[in-house]
Every structure is written in structure tokens, then in C-alpha cells.
């Protein structure tokens, strides 16, 4: 099938890439000529493992274009992916649909044939409608259906998440159009999943249901947490011992330091404004909306504790920036709330993290980025633990703490224990819902 694929973001280039994998004909179009010249030399410009040689296989193989001709791209297409960003609007927590709108308005007008426009982008419910109005509007004439079809991978996982889906949604209004999506998507039959055919408002609002009951389970569990710090109890304990009761599961239930990333901010903020759309506050979500900001919070309260009770002056080695490992993606990381109080309360801030650094030297002025955790913990006062990318889980603690004026760590991520931090000679240890020393 010929398909097109507009925004080759996380979701559009990975989502294109593996459709060439399928066996498909796709052309992905982005706006921004950078992203398309490097995508053209054979570049990816996002970080996301496997992504490189899936696309280079594709592109030798004739099954995978680049351009930043939407008119070219959509030409002949069966399909046409909307994967186009839908960021919170500023001032009132609404998903910005501009971005969406003006593809749909950009496809209407350079398509002729008959055509099933997919938006893919995480969009509020009765957005699929309002996108066949725009099109209609735009093209009287054309031949067309409109499906949603949000998309479920995770960054850092994305090709599998991808590939191996536990369910794949599609919202739809017609047969015809229902056809077309079960053509895209046959290949994945030869794997036993779901795809569940709904309509339209249903496949939207599935989309921000389940990352909405996501990032309550996170947050219930980082309030737990809170809890367990405070009567002394373990939450890695509790988690598993909550975790195998199989109505509950054990996925999402590792206290931190409070969500963040590209999609359950916005979309929690996203779901709330639709249920104050509707006459119906989501009080839950805009709960869990509040309560994940004061957890990013009191992880700068736990820093100060560490520091007895000022940053001025200190040195602090911060390990990991990136909203979770395996990603470049800085959007909404905790990095970006912790990282500017410390820098603001007068602390000398170094950082490290396998793949953050580029988007992160705009985003955290005044920090110095360091190669590794060694040279980043030297002659520190305290050592961060903020993103457990792999190469965080099996430090030589010993020689950290040998590096650092004052050996303390706070251990965001539940990696190492007290044990583990006095044998290596750290004076102060502290994590999340679990015993600390000081
Ligand atoms: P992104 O910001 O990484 O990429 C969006 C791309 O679209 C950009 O490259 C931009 O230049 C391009 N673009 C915008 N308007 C365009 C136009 N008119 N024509 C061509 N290109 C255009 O965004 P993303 O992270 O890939 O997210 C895309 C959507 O998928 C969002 O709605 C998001 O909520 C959803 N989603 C994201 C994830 C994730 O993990 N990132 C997971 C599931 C769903």
C-alpha cells in the first residue's frame, strides 16, 4: 500500500519506518527542511535504539522517501498519517490543534483520489470531526474518510512497542475505511493482538483514558512513597507486594521523582480541560495533576535536606536529564524543574547523560556538562541520581564517593540501597519511599 506520513517526529518517523518494514510504500513529509536533510542523508534526528538501521534497511530496499513536498508525498496514497505534534495551548491546558488542522487543510488540497486521512496525533475527543469539516470545507469535491488512530509506543522502546503492540485502536466511520486501516495493519496478524475497531470519539478518548489512568498509578505509588518515608515502610517492597495481585499488575509502580516526558503532562492537563469542556471536571486527573507537581517539589526539598538546607555554594553532580532512559527527549522532564531551582539557589551544577546533551544545553543555562558520572562527581557535594539510564545501575560507588568533597547522594530512582552507599563510604544516602542516613 502507498502510504503518506506527515510529521517525522517520535511518533511519525518511527510509525513510517516500521510501516516500511511491513512492506508498505511510504513517503514521510516534514515542514522543517533540517529534519528532511538529515533524514535524506541517511541521519536520524531523534535518538531512538534500532530506529538507525530499521530506516537505512528500508530506504535501500526503495519502500522509504523523505521529502517536505506534501503535495508529492500524498500522491497515489491510500492513506495519509496526521503525526503531527499537539502540544498544551498556552494559558488554558488545551491540546493545541493548530498543527493538525493546517495538515488536514494542507492534504485536502493536494489530494484528489479517494483517501483515508488518520490522524495518529493525540487529539481531544470530537477532534476527527472537526479535521472532515476542515477538508471538506477545503475540497468540496474530494473522495475521503477520516480514522483515528492513536498511537500507544513508549520512547526508548518505540520500534518494539510498534512492532509488537498489545492492541492497535481504530476509530471509524465507514467500511470502506475500516478495510484500508486492516490492509495497513495485516501484516501484524501473523502476531495473535487486538485491534479494536471502535468509532471515532471512542478511539480518541481511549487515548488520554490510558494515559491518564497511567499517570495516576505512577502518582499513587510516588504518594505512597511519601508515606512509606514518613512511617518507615519500603515502597519497593510495597509495590511488590501490591504488584502481583493481578487486578493491580506490577508495570507502573516505581516510586520517582514525579511523571513527566512528552505525552502525560499535556495529556493529563488535555483530559482535564475536556471534562471542563463538558460540564464534567475530571477530579481525579486534575488531582493527579497537582499532586505530580508537588512530588517534583519535594524532590527539591529532600536536595536542600541533603544540603543542610542551602544550595549556595554547593557542587552538584546530577546524573541523567533526559525524562526517562533511552530517549534524547527533554520535554517536561523533572530536570527541567529541579535542575533551575538548584542552579537559582546559587549551586554549581554538573551534569551528565548519555544522550541529553544536545537538546538539553538550550533548556538548562548555567549547568556544565560533563562526559561521564566520574568527571561529573568530582569535588561534589552531592550526586543526583535523576534518570536510570543503563549505565547508572552498576557504578562503582567506591570511587564516586573517593571523587567528592562530601559524599551524598540522593538515588531518585530506587538504583542502589543504604547498604550499598555506606560499604562505597557515602556519609548520606537518600531515595524515594525508602530508609535514608544522614
Ligand atoms: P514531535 O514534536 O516529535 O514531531 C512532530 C513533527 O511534525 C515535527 O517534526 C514537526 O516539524 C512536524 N510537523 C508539524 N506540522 C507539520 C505539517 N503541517 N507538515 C509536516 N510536518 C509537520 O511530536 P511527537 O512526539 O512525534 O508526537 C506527535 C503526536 O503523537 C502528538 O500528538 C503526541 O501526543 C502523540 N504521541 C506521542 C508519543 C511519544 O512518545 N512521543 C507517543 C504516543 C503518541
Not at 374 to 384: E, F, I
Amino acid at each position: 500500500m502507498k502510504i503518506a506520513m506527515i510529521g517525522t517526529g517520535y511518533v511519525g518517523l518511527v510509525s513510517g519506518v516500521c510501516f516500511s518494514d511491513f512492506g508498505h510504500d511510504v513517503t514521510c513529509v516534514d515542514k522543517n527542511p533540517d529534519k528532511i536533510a538529515m533524514l535524506l542523508r541517511g541521519e536520524v534526528p531523534i535518538f531512538e535504539p534500532g530506529l538507525d538501521a530499521l530506516m537505512s534497511k528500508n530506504v535501500e530496499a526503495g519502500r522509504l522517501r523523505f521529502t517536505t513536498d506534501l503535495a508529492e508525498a500524498i500522491t497515489g496514497a491510500e492513506a495519509v498519517f496526521i503525526a503531527v505534534g499537539t502540544p498544551t495551548r498556552r494559558g488554558d491546558g488545551h491540546a493545541d490543534l493548530t498543527y493538525v488542522m493546517a495538515a488536514a487543510e494542507e492534504i485536502a488540497r493536494a489530494a484528489s483520489e479517494y483517501v483515508v486521512i488518520v490522524t495518529k496525533s493525540t487529539v481531544p475527543v470530537g477532534t476527527n470531526r472537526a479535521v472532515k469539516k476542515v477538508i471538506k470545507k477545503a475540497n468540496p469535491n474530494l473522495d475521503f474518510d477520516v480514522a483515528s488512530n492513536p498511537e500507544f509506543l513508549r520512547e526508548g522502546a518505540a520500534i518494539d512497542d510498534f512492532m509488537k503492540p498489545d492492541r492497535v485502536v481504530v476509530g471509524v466511520q465507514t467500511d470502506r475505511a475500516a478495510d484500508v486501516m486492516a490492509a495497513i495493519y495485516r501484516p501484524l496478524y501473523l502476531r495473535d493482538f487486538p485491534i479494536v475497531t471502535t468509532d471515532l470519539e471512542s478511539a480518541e478518548m481511549i487515548k488520554y483514558a490510558a494515559n491518564a489512568f497511567l499517570a495516576t498509578k505512577i502518582t499513587f505509588i510516588n504518594e505512597i512513597a511519601a508515606l512509606c518515608e514518613r512511617t518507615g515502610a519500603d515502597v519497593k517492597q510495597v509495590s511488590h507486594g501490591i504488584g502481583l495481585d493481578g487486578r493491580i499488575g506490577n508495570k507502573f509502580l516505581h516510586a520517582g521523582p514525579g511523571y513527566g516526558g512528552s505525552c502525560f503532562p499535556k495529556d493529563t492537563r488535555a483530559l482535564a480541560r475536556i471534562g471542563q469542556d463538558h460540564g464534567l471536571p475530571m477530579q481525579i486527573t486534575e488531582k493527579v495533576i497537582t499532586v505530580n507537581e508537588e512530588m517534583k517539589r519535594r524532590m527539591i526539598d529532600k536536595l536542600l535536606d541533603l544540603c543542610d538546607g542551602s544550595f549556595n555554594g554547593k557542587t552538584i553532580a546530577i546524573l541523567g536529564v533526559t525524562f526517562k532512559p533511552n530517549t534524547d527527549d527533554m520535554r517536561d522532564a523533572p530536570a527541567l524543574t529541579i535542575i533551575p531551582a538548584l542552579v537559582g539557589g546559587g549551586a554549581r551544577v554538573r551534569v551528565t547523560d548519555p544522550q541529553g546533551q544536545r537538546e538539553g544545553e538550550a533548556l538548562l543555562p548555567g549547568v556544565s556538562w560533563q562526559e561521564d558520572p566520574y568527571k561529573c562527581a568530582n569535588k561534589a557535594d552531592l550526586l543526583v541520581l535523576l534518570t536510570e539510564w543503563n549505565e547508572f545501575r552498576a557504578l562503582d560507588l567506591k570511587r564516586l564517593a573517593r571523587k567528592m568533597t562530601s559524599p551524598r547522594m540522593a538515588d531518585l530512582r530506587n538504583i542502589y540501597s543504604v547498604k550499598d552507599a555506606k560499604r562505597a563510604g557515602f556519609i548520606a544516602y537518600d531515595s524515594i519511599g525508602r530508609p535514608a542516613y544522614r
